[in-house]
């Protein structure tokens, strides 16, 4: 079990209002200049809902994209595993870094990430070793964005391996015991339809009985979020 207490302490609602982390994303070309992280909190599931405010602002074919994300975060412990719920993807790297250090998940483990993108950038600078949880959310929310969360956590030595789901032939790879599940909720966008719906969901249930611990993003730029909230509702 995990202690979310100190956690929300971090994630206690806030705004990024600085061209920091994800609020970077062409922000001098932007009318809004700023965006929400709601509070994490401990619930069942199906007490996830949609925020007003923005999550992920970005310029698309010409027009600004305003992205509400989620009200709350959640995690929850019903599976016997922890699950964290959130909107944008770079918060994972936190929660993955907290489970290390509460000795939830074993560093050197093996990353499944299940996404329509890689999320393989580097980012401009790693976080130390030993730096403490303030240091690591501090990292995760104003340096890092949603597509370069995964290296510096394998730079810390929090994953040896990630297996990239985001094809139909990578589905159908076996995988190990004793994975970290991350699962981005973009994996059901319409450019992903060409996978069976179906066939998705019943792998990811299946992984989500066998994983250790599971992370979720609702992807706000990419995902229609009711959707993505509907979809945890039938994947959980």
């Known amino acids: 079990n995990m202690d979310i207490i100190p956690l929300s302490k971090f994630y206690s609602g806030f705004w990024i209002d600085e061209p920091r982390g994800n609020n970077a994303f062409s922000f001098e070309d932007r009318v809004n200049k700023r965006i929400y992280v709601p509070p994490l909190v401990e619930g069942p599931l199906d007490q996830l809902c949609l925020g007003s405010a ?55 483990s093996v990353l499944v990430h299940v996404d329509q993108h890689l999320d393989m950038r580097r980012p401009d600078f790693y976080l130390n070793k030993g730096s403490d949880l303030s240091q690591a959310f501090q990292y995760a929310n104003y340096e890092l964005n949603v597509g370069n969360f995964i290296e510096p956590a394998s730079h810390l030595g929090i994953f ?16 190990p015991e004793g994975f970290v ?12 339809e060409y996978i069976p719906h179906d066939y998705k969901v019943a792998c990811l249930r299946e992984w989500i009985s066998r ?17 993505a909230n509907l979809l945890v509702q039938e994947l959980f």
């Open 181 to 192: 599940l991350d699962i981005d909720l973009d994996i059901f966008a319409p450019i992903m």
């Open 211 to 227: 994983a250790q611990f599971i992370t979720v993003s609702t992807s706000p730029f990419f995902m229609d979020q009711a959707k």
């Open 54 to 108: 923005p999550a992920f602002i970005e310029i698309a074919d010409g027009q600004e994209k305003v992205c509400p994300g989620l009200r709350r975060f959640l995690y929850n412990q019903t599976q016997g595993k922890p699950i964290f719920v959130f909107d944008n993807h770079n918060h994972a790297f936190f929660f993955w870094y907290a489970a290390v250090v509460n000795r939830v998940i074993l560093p050197d």
């Open 160 to 175: 040896q391996d990630v297996r990239q789901i985001n094809s139909l032939d990578t589905f159908k790879e076996p995988l």
